[in-house]
């Protein structure tokens, strides 16, 4: 079945510097690609999604971009400061009525001011 | 602000023993899910549901029962509680499809 690798685990930028995250996957019928925070004692707050016939989604500071040919999704927030130190987690599913999202492993930011 | 409310926040239970986990959604959603979640591990599905009395098996749900009693509630059970399954444990909703998911604030559970 499908399989989610995300990369770094831990990743610490100071104030103002971008951080990016990275997420390859395994099945190319993979459609829907989403990025999540999690923040201490919180759910999961999705952040952006987007479907596989797009390849860059800005919003609020935030890029995504999705290269199918490498299977591989990534997050870049620019001009990170500490309000978004958290966990990431990247998800992808095949769609389909039930819409199961496999996730990453999560990738714990760090933003120093 | 779609709603996903699960009970207990935190438990504490010994090898070997009964635990219930409760979720509730006010969000008129058909889907709800069960996922754990571990560190090298992301979340992971146990079960979903995708209506009253109706049960789906995800990907990890060795040692786990869940029952979709109306359409708002989805209860997780252990019947035989095991240290492996000390987790946090996220229940989450949606209407299917490619829409949102939206998850509850989660449930940390400890087997000693």
């Known amino acids: 079945g499908e399989q989610v690798e995300q990369r770094p685990p831990h990743l610490s930028v100071p104030e103002g510097d971008s951080a990016v995250i990275i997420c390859t996957y395994t099945?190319?019928?993979?459609?829907?690609f989403y990025w999540y925070k999690q923040e201490p004692g919180a759910g999961l707050q999705l952040l952006m999604s987007?479907?596989?016939?797009?390849d860059r989604k800005e919003e609020q500071g935030l890029t995504v971009l999705l290269n199918k040919k490498d299977k591989q999704l990534s997050l870049n927030l620019t001009a990170a400061h500490p309000g978004d130190s958290a966990v990431y987690f990247c998800?992808?599913?095949?769609?389909?009525?039930?819409?199961?999202?496999?996730f990453g492993t999560g990738t714990l930011l760090s933003v120093k001011p | 602000e779609a709603a996903v409310t699960q009970s207990p926040r935190n438990k504490v239970t010994v090898t070997g023993g009964n635990v219930t986990l409760s979720c509730r959604q006010t969000?008129?959603?058909?889907?709800m899910y069960w996922y754990r979640q571990d560190t090298g591990h992301g979340l992971r599905l146990i079960h979903y549901?995708?209506?009253?009395?109706?049960?789906q098996i995800g990907d990890v749900p060795d040692g786990y029962k869940a029952t979709r009693t109306t359409q708002e509630d989805f209860f997780l059970l252990l019947e035989l509680a095991s240290p492996s399954q000390t987790s946090l444990y996220f229940c989450?909703?949606?209407?299917?499809?490619?829409?949102?998911?939206?998850f509850g604030k989660g449930t940390r559970l400890t087997v000693v």
């Open positions: 549901s995708y209506g009253a009395g109706n049960l």
């Open positions: 987007v479907f596989s016939n797009v």
């Open positions: 099945d190319s019928a993979t459609a829907y």
């Open positions: 969000n008129s959603h058909n889907y």
């Open positions: 989450a909703s949606s209407q299917g499809g490619s829409t949102e998911v939206f």
């Open positions: 998800a992808v599913s095949a769609g389909g009525s039930g819409n199961k999202l496999i």
